[in-house]
């Protein structure tokens, strides 16, 4: 289902949003052979995203009165990840932002029709984007994000998970799916604090040890939320880097399934996850092809068309949102900490 916005406007409509990206076929195919820098072909796309979010981060709650959580959430989140950054965002443009991210009681009344909300979905963005906040030192207090760990705890189901979306197979980007949900719930508890919230994590990390590995998505909870636990839970690590290996298309990228259509979302997915385990053989070499099938799918404002579920569709959500995991994925996958490794 797509997401509608805390004011209650209809974020479904169609919108020419849509733009041609322009790099040469010719180059897109030698960068995904791995044989240029994705660079060749594309300036800065780094700075190029994190230009573009910022804009639509600051024009959300002008235009709209309200916060949203694509881009009050996933759009800013992946500002403030990119602030030690050389692309680092003008984070004085979007102050109205970070004030509002401060302030938890605020999520619960934002918006003038909290009808068509999901406030569980809400409460997960807004609470990453603030754990996000105050690593890069725009929010001070830990105890506004141990406040809204808590009402985050609060919303995990009796069997580990935090059940957003559940009736997709797998998640947008806008509205994750329980796979997603969840790695990113446990996120923001163990950077709030690991020993007050240990219980709902124990809970995450027991459902993710007892489920299959099937797709990008799963693949990313099992990835985010064992990744501490590497030693006990090497094979089913081991699992789901095997998985995101066999996945990956001859473009680069990744779709939701082994062998479904690449799309920027569950490219920057993988990517993200995988940055953790650039050491293991292999591994920075279909790194290195998936940055080349995000740059190349990079469209000319910085941003990235929407992946949406079913594919083809044009979102405004999905597409602030599907652009702000793919700037996270460009950044955790720079260049420089590429090494040359053949794909």
Same mark, same amino acid.
């Given at each position: 289902?797509?997401?509608? $916005? ?165 998640? $947008? ?171």
């Amino acid at each position: 289902m797509e997401p509608k $916005s805390h004011s209650g406007l209809d974020l479904t409509k169609r919108r020419s949003t849509r733009q041609q990206w322009r790099p040469g076929l010719a180059a897109i195919v030698i960068a995904w052979a791995g044989l240029l820098p994705a660079e060749t072909f594309a300036e800065d796309p780094e700075r190029r995203a994190v230009a573009f979010l910022g804009s639509e981060v600051a024009r959300w709650n002008r235009d709209n009165q309200c916060f949203s959580c694509h881009n009050d959430g996933d759009a800013a989140r992946a500002l403030f990840s990119g602030t030690k950054t050389p692309f680092a965002p003008k984070l004085a443009d979007i102050r109205a932002t970070i004030d509002f991210l401060g302030d938890p009681d605020r999520w619960e009344r934002n918006g003038v029709d909290a009808a068509f909300s999901d406030k569980r979905l809400a409460r997960l963005q807004f609470a990453s984007a603030l754990a996000e906040a105050h690593a890069a030192g725009q929010v001070a207090e830990k105890s506004t994000l141990i406040e809204a760990a808590a009402r985050l705890a609060g919303d995990q189901s009796p069997d580990g998970t935090w059940p957003i979306d559940e009736v997709a197979p797998v998640g $947008s980007p806008a509205t994750y799916g329980p796979s997603v949900a969840t790695a990113m719930a446990v996120t923001t508890l163990r950077r709030a604090d690991r020993v007050r919230f240990r219980e709902p994590i124990a809970r995450a990390t027991t459902w993710v040890r007892d489920r299959p590995v099937r797709n990008v998505h799963e693949a990313f909870s099992v990835l985010i939320i064992l990744a501490d636990e590497e030693g006990p839970d090497r094979a089913r690590i081991d699992e789901a880097i095997g998985l995101l290996k066999t996945a990956q298309n001859d473009d680069g990228g990744w779709g939701p399934f082994p062998r479904s259509p690449s799309e920027p979302f569950d490219s920057a997915l993988a990517l993200i996850v995988l940055a953790e385990f650039g050491n293991r053989e292999g591994v920075d070499g279909f790194r290195r092809r998936g940055r080349a099938f995000l740059i190349a799918t990079q469209q000319d404002d910085g941003g990235w068309p929407g992946t949406t579920r079913p594919a083809g569709g044009d979102s405004y959500a999905q597409r602030v949102s599907t652009s702000a995991w793919a700037t996270m994925g460009l950044l955790a996958t720079p260049m420089a900490g590429l090494r040359a490794a053949s794909p």
